[in-house]
């Protein structure tokens, strides 16, 4: 991992991630020009991932938006093009609820482009207070998505996130980065041991765990393990020119909430939510910002702020055994 010239990241308190401050960093007004810059944001059509590419675009970015349904993404590539003055934004069609998908998606990629200097892992669900559905592999639907998928996706986008970082095509060394969007629900909804295995088990065998667990409890788990797999990534290819960052986008009104009770949605929009235009901050500073490429490994929080994340996800061995099982899961795919 390459070593940051910033001083150590402080701790932020729960009440300042739920209320925080108004932003000293903004979207869209901060974002630099992005001329030249290839961008792969999973999750693209709505919510934060919809802003984020509308926001990239207008700053001259080339745009993949990647998500599973075609007519949700050419819904959004229209809006977005119509808003922007802007059309260089793709379709790219992934479900990273299936391997099978995830490939060809990494290899059409591949097939199109020689470079990519961003890949934000946005997508995401949320199924509670129940244990949700499976993934086409079997594994519960919030871990195969969030952890899994996004694993697979990153890994085989490696080799063109490292030739883009050697400047094999530009000639122009430079560092790219990894954005990978979790949830301060990795430390107020996971388990407290961190991983509970028995839940990541494929099929019938898994599913005991998993009630337990509960919506809530397996959502914040996989959280978890996207801040353990960010860290990971900085860890593994840091020295390499990749500065891989994980991040708590605040509490946004999104499509995340588009499962829960009716009640429970009501209660949460009225005491913790903000507008995308807010939720979309922290994501833009990690992918886009001068002072997020000295960032490698770090977890930032609403908005656009360093912090501390829980003791769990700051346990690098945890971080190790969680890779080597994605990395044996995803064998043979």
């Not at 095509?169 to 969007?181: A, D, E, F, L, N």
């Not at 890779?323 to 795919?333: I, N, P, R, Y």
Request: hydrophobic share 40%.
């Amino acid at each position: 991992m390459s070593a940051s010239k910033l001083p150590p990241a402080k701790r932020i308190g729960s009440f300042s991630e739920r209320w925080p401050p108004k932003p000293t960093w903004k979207a869209p007004e901060d974002v630099p020009d992005l001329t030249g810059q290839i961008f792969l944001v999973t999750g693209g059509n709505a919510g934060i991932g919809r802003e984020t590419c509308r926001i990239l675009l207008a700053r001259n970015a080339k745009v993949y938006l990647a998500t599973r349904s075609e007519e949700r993404a050419r819904d959004a590539i229209k809006e977005i093009c119509e808003s922007t003055g802007n059309t260089d934004i793709h379709f790219l069609q992934l479900d990273l609820a299936d391997f099978a998908s995830v490939r060809k998606a990494a290899e059409e990629y591949l097939s199109k482009e020689q470079e990519l200097h961003v890949l934000i892992n946005n997508a995401g669900v949320l199924y509670a207070p129940g244990i949700g559905p499976e993934t086409a592999q079997g594994y519960d639907a919030q871990f195969g998505i969030h952890v899994l998928g996004h694993y697979f996706f990153t890994k085989l986008l490696m080799p063109v996130l490292l030739r883009t970082a050697k400047g094999e095509v530009s000639g122009k060394p430079q560092r790219v980065r990894i954005v990978t969007v979790s949830s301060d629900a990795h430390e107020s909804t996971a388990p407290k041991r961190g991983i509970v295995w028995e839940s990541l088990q494929r099929g019938d065998e898994g599913v005991p765990a998993r009630k337990k667990l509960k919506g809530f409890g397996l959502y914040g788990q996989s959280k978890l393990g996207n801040i353990l797999i960010s860290s990971e990534l900085a860890r593994r290819y840091g020295d390499q020119g990749v500065v891989a960052i994980s991040l708590h986008p605040g509490g946004v009104d999104s499509q995340l909430l588009r499962h829960l009770h009716p009640i429970i949605a009501w209660i949460v929009t009225k005491m913790l939510i903000y507008p995308v235009s807010l939720g979309v901050i922290t994501s833009l500073y990690a992918a886009t910002s001068e002072a997020a490429l000295e960032m490698n490994g770090e977890y930032l929080t609403s908005w656009a702020r360093r912090q501390v994340p829980s003791k769990c996800a700051r346990d690098m061995e945890l971080a190790r055994k969680l890779w080597k099982w994605c990395e044996d899961q995803v064998d043979g795919f």
